[in-house]
């Protein structure tokens, strides 16, 4: 469960994410000002951002989990099917094959 934190003058200072270190580092997706623990500095993202990425194309962040595999998938990774199942456009090429 998340702190409930109230936001005062120092906080412009803190990490984002867990309210208590220094913030160093920049997220490049969501722009959040984070500490080294909550950074990946081969990615340049933040932790929350690193956890909700879209697994196909680990470049943006996900809108919800394929229907067929479990991974999570963004908006640009997403197809559906039967216009309703969201399903990860590798799966939708796989129920798409003739056999």
């Known amino acids: 469960m998340m ?4 936001i005062n003058s120092k ?21 959040r000002k984070v500490c080294e623990e909550d950074f990946n500095k081969e990615r340049g993202i933040c932790k929350v951002c690193e956890m909700s990425i879209c ?8 809108i919800g989990y394929c229907e067929c595999c479990g991974r999570l998938v963004c ?4 197809a559906y099917h039967d216009k309703s199942r969201r399903i990860c456009k590798e799966c ?8």
């Not at 697994?55 to 996900?62: E, F, P, S």
């Open 55 to 62: 697994q196909l194309c680990q470049r943006n962040l996900a």
């Open 92 to 99: 939708f090429q796989k129920i798409q094959k003739p056999t």
């Open 11 to 31: 906080d412009s200072l803190k990490c984002e994410i867990c309210w208590e270190n220094d913030s160093k580092h920049c997220c490049k997706i969501c722009g």
């Open 3 to 6: 702190k409930k934190h109230v």
């Open 75 to 78: 908006i640009e990774c997403t």
